[in-house]
C-alpha cells in the first residue's frame, strides 16, 4: 500500500488546486497500488468543503466521488465517473500503468546537517521552492517547530532524512540517528497528547472486561479482508535472502524480506525453534488484497483499514504485509509471533483457540491471567502511562503481543529503516526506549513476560508456573 504523504502535502500545500496539480493529486491517489487508502483520504477530505479551491469545478467533483460515495480503487472511480458522464483528469490507461509500479515520495533534499547534541542542531535543506536554515535547540511545540520550517511537516522532515541517511557511510549515520529520534519523539509526543484525551474518554465509558470471547480490534470489511485472502499462489522465498523454508511470498520486496531476515537473525535461537519454526510466514501486499475486495465488493462502502498483519487462531499461519517499511515488518513479525505463544500457551492451560474464529472458542487459565491484568491496567487512573504501546490498549490479546514484542525487540538495535507508519506508532525512537519505559510503569506485565521467556527456554509445566495462585497480577 503506497502512503506518498509527502506528495500530497506538497500538492495540497496552497489553498488552490490547479488543473496540474489536480491531474498530480489523482495520479499520487492510485499510484503504487491502484487504492485510495484511509491515510490519504484524511489528507484531501477537508477539500471537499471548500469546492472555491478548485480552479476547475467539475475537477471538486471527481474527488467528491472518492470521498463522499466511498469509491475506493480505481476501477470503481473510473465507473463511478462514467456514470454520471465524467472521465479521469488522466487517461486511464496512464493511471493503470501507475497503480502497478513503486511510486516514489516527494521528499526535502537535505543539504547540510550540523549536529552537537539530539536537542542542539542545525538543517539546511530545500524542498520545492523553499529553502529551509533551521537551527533547533530543544522546541517541543510542533506548530513553533513548523513555523520555522515555513509551513514544512516536521514528518517530511524525518522521511527526508531517514532518505539521506541510506547515502551516508556509517560514521556519519550516527549523527543522523538521534536527531531522527529526536524529531520522532516530537510527532509521537503530540500524537499521544490527542490520543491521550480520547483514551480518557474511552476509559469512562468502557465496562470491565466480562466475556474473554470478545475480541474486535477490526470493523465487519476488515475481518471479510483477512477472511478473503488466499494463500495458495505463495511460494517458498527465494533462497538468496537467507530465512528459513517456512517463508513464503507472493511478490518478492527486497527491503521487507531483508527486515524480516536480520529480526529472524537477532532474536533467540530458543524463540525461534519452539515458537517460529511451528508457523508458515506469508508476506503479502495489503494494497493489493484491498484492490481486489473493494473490486469484488464494489457496494462495501466501508472505508479501508491499515491492517499490518494477521494471525489466525486455529492455524499456524501468519500473514505479514509489506507495504510499510521494514522497522514495522520486525515488529508485525514478533506481534505476530505473540498473538501465536499466547494462543499455544493457553491451549495448555484449558484453552481451546483451536477451531474458526467463527465458532465459540474457550480461553484457559492464561488468557484469563493477562486479561485480568489488562483490565487493571484499563481501569488504573494513569492507564495511558502503562501500556508499552498504543496499539496494546486494544484488547488484552493485543496486550500480550505488544508486550512479547517489546520485550525482545527491546534487547535489539536493528539496522533497519523507519517510515510514516513507524513515526507514528512510535517505534522509530527506539524499541530499547519503549522497553525500558514499560519495565518502569508496568512491573506486573514486565515480570510475566520474564516468566514466560523462562518457560519458553527451559520448559515446566505451565499450569504450575502460570497458576493465578504463583502471578499476582492485583
Known amino acids: 500500500m503506497a502512503i506518498l504523504i509527502g506528495k500530497l502535502r506538497q500538492l495540497l500545500d496552497d489553498p488552490l488546486l490547479t488543473h496540474r496539480e489536480f491531474k498530480k493529486l489523482e495520479q499520487t491517489l492510485f499510484e503504487g497500488d491502484g487504492v485510495i487508502t484511509t491515510l490519504e483520504r484524511d489528507e484531501f477530505i477537508p477539500w471537499i468543503l471548500w469546492p472555491q479551491a478548485f480552479q476547475v469545478l467539475n475537477f471538486y467533483d471527481r474527488l467528491r466521488f472518492t ?35 513503486p511510486g516514489k515520495d516527494y521528499l526535502a533534499q537535505i543539504k547540510k546537517v550540523d549536529y552537537r547534541s539530539p536537542t542542539d542542531f542545525d538543517l539546511k535543506f530545500k524542498y520545492g521552492c523553499r529553502k529551509v536554515f533551521w537551527k533547533y535547540h530543544g522546541e517541543t511545540d510542533i506548530e513553533q517547530i513548523e513555523l520555522a520550517l515555513k509551513n514544512i511537516p516536521l514528518e517530511i522532515v524525518y522521511l527526508s532524512l531517514a532518505e539521506y541517511d541510506e547515502t551516508l557511510p556509517p560514521e556519519e549515520k550516527i549523527k543522523i540517528d538521534p536527531i531522527k529520534k529526536q524529531i520522532a519523539k516530537i510527532i509521537y509526543l503530540q500524537d499521544g497528547e490527542i490520543e491521550n484525551e480520547a483514551f480518557q474518554e474511552t476509559i469512562e465509558e468502557t465496562e470491565p472486561l466480562e466475556d474473554l470471547t ?87 462502502n466501508n472505508p479501508p483499514q491499515v491492517i499490518l498483519g494477521s494471525t489466525k487462531t486455529n492455524k499456524n499461519e501468519i500473514v505479514i504485509f509489506d507495504d510499510y517499511d521494514q522497522l514495522t515488518a520486525a515488529h508485525t513479525l514478533l506481534h505476530e509471533m505473540g498473538h501465536r505463544a499466547f494462543f499455544n500457551l493457553d491451549n495448555q492451560m484449558g484453552g481451546n483457540w ?14 484469563k491471567l493477562v486479561a485480568q491484568h489488562y483490565v487493571n491496567l484499563f481501569t488504573d487512573p494513569e492507564a495511558i502511562l502503562k501500556f508499552p504501546t498504543r496499539y496494546a490498549i486494544t484488547d488484552y490479546r493485543d496486550y500480550f503481543s505488544e508486550i512479547f514484542s517489546i520485550y525482545y525487540l527491546g534487547d535489539l538495535d536493528l539496522p533497519l529503516d523507519g517510515g510514516y507508519v513507524t513515526l507514528h506508532q512510535g517505534y522509530a525512537n527506539g524499541f530499547r526506549k519503549i522497553k525500558a519505559r514499560w519495565m518502569q510503569n508496568d512491573p506486573k506485565g514486565y515480570a510475566l513476560m520474564q516468566k514466560y521467556d523462562s518457560w519458553i527456554k527451559n520448559g515446566g509445566d505451565p499450569k504450575i508456573i502460570f497458576a493465578p495462585e504463583n502471578n499476582r497480577v492485583a
Not at 456514470?83 to 488522466?90: D, S
Not at 477451531?355 to 488468557?367: H, L, M, Y
Request: no cysteine; aromatic share 12%; glycine share 6%.
Open 214 to 300: 470478545e475480541y474486535d480490534n477490526l470493523d465487519e470489511t476488515g475481518d471479510d479482508m483477512l477472511k478473503s485472502i488466499d494463500l495458495s499462489l505463495s511460494k517458498p522465498v527465494n533462497s538468496t535472502f537467507g530465512l528459513p523454508s517456512n517463508f513464503f511470498t507472493n511478490q518478492e520486496n527486497p527491503k521487507i524480506l531483508e527486515a524480516l531476515k536480520i529480526t529472524w537473525d537477532a532474536i533467540p535461537s530458543y524463540l525461534r525453534s519452539k515458537v517460529g519454526s511451528q508457523i508458515n510466514f506469508y508476506t503479502l501486499n495489503w494494497g493489493q488484497q484491498l484492490r481486489g475486495y473493494y473490486n469484488n465488493h464494489p457496494w462495501d
Open 354 to 367: 483451536n477451531v474458526s474464529e467463527d465458532t465459540e472458542q474457550t480461553p484457559g487459565a492464561f488468557a
Open 67 to 101: 470521498a463522499l460515495q466511498n469509491r475506493f480503487t480505481l476501477e470503481t472511480y473510473v465507473a463511478s465517473l462514467a456514470e454520471v458522464g465524467l472521465r479521469p483528469a488522466n487517461s486511464v490507461s496512464k493511471l493503470m500503468k501507475w497503480s502497478t509500479r
